[in-house]
């Protein structure tokens, strides 16, 4: 692949995902980090030492100068709109991490400069990217299940260290947007947007507080365009991540965690059962980034597989159901 075909990324926030990207990096044809931007400049350089890039950028506006063709955002939620926003105002395409705002209002403003500007924008929405999942895409739409009109899916994991982000109200805590987003992606995926949402749950968070707290359990029930979902995801409980995509033909169920597929159980109405394994490669996040910097080099601007309207569902379903659980 020539020079001009290389795609360099500028890395904005270098924390724990950020380490997983460019573990996955390695496994992306002809991509690299080229520079990092951090709001502590001492964590940025200890991390470009562990991966080799080469300079910690002082400010954002230094880096969205540099010489990058995009930027990964792996900053915490509330920032990811506004950080969008300045990249594609500066010509980086983007590729930022779920979830895409906290928002509809914010999600919407993002996709107006994207609209705009024409420069690539897309959400770090893992599963549509994973081999497994690309031939389960594959199998449903050649009929393997008939016509989808139920799923099931969820997670719950309590082993959430004391002061993290996601148990803190200012910055946009919860499972919902945390967690509950990949679930609300696979109904959304399968059933379209949903036009009435049913949630029930708990809030809790920072000192165990009851009110004003983040949701730390939901379980939510949503009517969508084809068919029916239901989805759980929580702070405070053990819960299993499956997940259950069923049809009028036949079901299938993707092993935990659904959300880095890697084997599933395709059983068809007449008793015959397909294992279906497909161990990914690296860290897993490399499937999205390599169809991201496909779409880049193609001249693109949205996804056909994670595209603008997916992106703006999957956060529709989580906004009402934490409205329903925040007020
Ligand atoms: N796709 C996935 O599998 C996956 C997995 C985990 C997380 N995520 C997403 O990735 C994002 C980051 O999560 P993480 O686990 O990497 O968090 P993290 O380890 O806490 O890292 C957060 C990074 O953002 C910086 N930061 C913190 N507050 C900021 C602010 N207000 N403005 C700008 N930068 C700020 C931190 O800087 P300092 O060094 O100064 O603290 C740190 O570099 C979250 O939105 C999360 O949903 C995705």
């Not at 449903?140 to 799923?151: D, Q, S, T």
């Not at 992606?185 to 000192?207: E, K, S």
């Amino acid at each position: 692949m020539s020079d001009s075909q290389i795609i360099r990324f500028g890395i904005i926030g270098t924390g724990s995902i950020a380490g997983r990207f460019m573990a996955g990096l390695q496994h992306v044809p002809a991509a690299m980090a080229t520079g990092t931007y951090n709001r502590t400049r001492s964590k940025a350089m200890a991390f470009n030492g562990s991966h080799g890039i080469p300079h910690a950028f002082d400010s954002l506006d230094e880096l969205l100068a540099s010489d990058i063709d995009a930027v990964y955002i792996a900053t915490p939620h509330p920032s990811h709109a506004a950080l969008s926003i300045a990249a594609l105002q500066a010509g980086r395409a983007v590729l930022c991490e779920k979830p895409a705002a906290t928002s509809v209002a914010e999600l919407d403003a993002v996709l107006a400069v994207a609209r705009a500007t024409g420069v690539l924008y897309m959400e770090a929405m893992k599963p549509p990217f994973f081999p497994l999942y690309r031939e389960i895409r594959q199998r449903i739409e050649a009929g393997a299940i008939g016509e989808v009109r139920f799923v099931r899916a969820g997670f719950a994991n309590p082993n959430v260290p004391a002061g993290h982000a996601v148990l803190d109200p200012a910055q946009a805590g919860g499972g919902l947007l945390d967690i509950g987003i990949y679930a609300a992606f696979l109904a959304c995926d399968w059933l379209g947007a949903a036009q009435d949402v049913q949630t029930l749950g708990r809030l809790g968070g920072l000192d165990g507080v009851e009110e004003g707290g983040v949701d730390t359990f939901a379980s939510i029930q949503s009517r969508h365009e084809h068919g029916i979902s239901q989805l759980y995801c929580g702070l405070d409980t053990s819960g299993s991540g499956e997940a259950l995509i069923a049809g009028t033909g036949g079901h299938i169920v993707i092993f935990e965690k659904w959300w880095n597929p890697a084997s599933a159980t395709l059983v068809h109405t007449d008793g015959r059962r397909e294992e279906l394994a497909m161990a990914p490669l690296g860290s897993g996040l490399n499937y999205e980034t390599a169809h991201f910097c496909e779409l880049l080099r193609a001249g693109q601007s949205e996804s056909p597989l994670h595209g603008f309207a997916q992106t703006r569902a999957a956060l529709q379903l989580i906004e009402n159901a934490r409205r329903q659980l925040c007020r």
